[in-house]
Structures are given as structure tokens and as C-alpha cells.
């Protein structure tokens, strides 16, 4: 599933490229030189990076709040928690050649599985040429993606993906990684589809607390008791 969220409004973005403008990025991280000159070609500010990148680190905070405080999201993606939030530049032909991100991402103290991909655009699609997050489907179904600044993307972490070369201006985004309390696709489709059934009848008089939809509330909760995963 690929669902897209305005999160942030324009000026909110504009503001946070503003503070970014005055820190350092360093070169996106990488497993060795080799990975580096023929997969990954951007520059990063990740979370608590360094002192000097410390004003990036409130930034990353108040998305994250954003994110697990959006009801659309916990709908949807019933996030347990985010990990390796960053923010990423692309300029000057930066790329991110065709690859699948880790099943898992952390340190040795804690390792969460990544059930969902997020990109939130922070600068307008017109504003760059190229840069586009392509998905590429094992059915060689493939979709190409340039989003409004404000936006949020998330996908399934599975799916093959990259980021295609920026050939003028700068693509600046936010990403991050989420672990869902339900780890199977098709258990979230479902949690997904009766909530918001549940959801469009208590807001029909006609409906609302009847037997039918006191039924499908007694589903929906017997569900979650099913396949929700705690902390």
C-alpha cells in the first residue's frame, strides 16, 4: 500500500530548509566507498548527528510527532516506532541507485523492523529536475513519484526503490523507517477497511450504535486482539 499525507504546509517546510541552509551535511551513509560511488549519492543530516547539527535534532522531534500523532497514520500504518530519522539533499546528479532497504535498522541496544519507507518532500517538484523515488514491483509494475512539498509518502519497505539523479536544483526530503504493531500487509488492510467502516457509521444517524454497527465494532476490537503486537 502507498498512502500520501499533507503533513507539513508550505511555509512550514520553507522554514525547515532554512534551518538546514545553515548546517553542514555530510555524505549519506554507507557501508564502504564502493556503495557509495555506485548506489548511494547524497549528502545527510541524520538524528543527533553531531553538536553543530543539534537545531536539525528539534526539527526531526516535531515530525516525529507529526507522524505518530496522525490519525490517518495510525489507521493505516498502526505505527510502534520510527527509527534512523534523517534528513537528505540531492543536488549536482545525487542519486540513490535501485536497492531494498534493511529488515532491520538500529544499534546494538535496540533493532526495529521496517514495515514501512516514509518520505516527507520538503521542497516543490518543480523546483528540480529529475530526482523522482521510482518503486519497481516484482510483477514489473513500477511507479514514479514527485511529491508537493508538505507531502508524506509511505510504501512498503519490501518494494525495490531508488531515487533518480537530480539534474538541477535540490531535492530536499525527510525519511525515516516505521515498525507496525501488525506486521502482516494484509492484517492492516483489513484493520484498515473495518475502521474506517466503523468509522463512516457512527458518523450516519442512521446507523450509528445500532446492532450492525455495535457487530462490526465487536469485530473490528476481536481483530486487533488478534495480530496486534505489543511493546
Not at 87 to 99: A, K, S
Not at 128 to 150: A, I, V
Not at 172 to 180: P, Q
Amino acid at each position: 500500500m502507498i498512502s500520501r499525507l499533507p503533513l507539513l504546509s508550505a511555509a512550514q517546510c520553507d522554514e525547515i530548509v532554512a534551518t538546514l541552509d545553515r548546517l553542514n551535511w555530510a555524505d549519506g551513509l554507507a557501508p564502504g566507498k564502493l556503495y557509495r560511488e555506485r548506489v548511494k549519492g547524497n549528502k545527510e543530516i541524520a538524528y543527533q548527528m553531531s553538536p553543530q547539527t543539534a537545531p536539525a535534532d528539534e526539527l526531526i522531534k516535531h515530525i516525529n510527532d507529526a507522524i505518530m500523532g496522525s490519525s490517518h497514520i495510525r489507521t493505516r500504518m498502526f505505527p510502534k516506532s520510527m527509527v534512523n530519522p534523517r534528513f537528505n539533499l540531492y543536488c549536482d546528479g545525487g542519486f540513490y541507485g535501485p536497492h531494498a532497504d534493511s529488515a532491520f535498522l538500529g544499534d546494538n541496544r535496540r533493532q526495529v523492523r521496517t514495515d514501512y519507507s516514509m518520505t516527507l518532500f520538503l521542497t516543490e517538484p518543480d523546483s528540480y529536475g529529475g530526482g523522482e523515488l521510482r518503486l519497481t514491483y516484482p510483477s514489473g509494475e513500477e511507479m514514479r513519484l514527485k511529491e508537493p512539498k508538505g507531502t508524506l509518502l509511505f510504501y512498503p519497505s519490501g518494494v525495490m526503490h531508488e531515487v533518480l539523479p537530480v539534474t538541477a536544483g535540490r531535492r530536499i526530503a525527510f525519511v525515516g523507517w516505521v515498525e507496525s504493531h501488525i506486521q502482516s500487509q494484509q492484517e492492516r488492510d483489513l484493520l484498515t477497511e473495518i475502521t474506517t467502516l466503523c468509522d463512516d457509521m457512527m458518523a450516519d444517524e442512521s446507523l450509528a450504535l445500532t446492532e450492525f454497527h455495535t457487530r462490526a465494532l465487536n469485530v473490528k476490537h476481536n481483530l486487533y486482539r488478534m495480530w496486534w503486537k505489543g511493546q
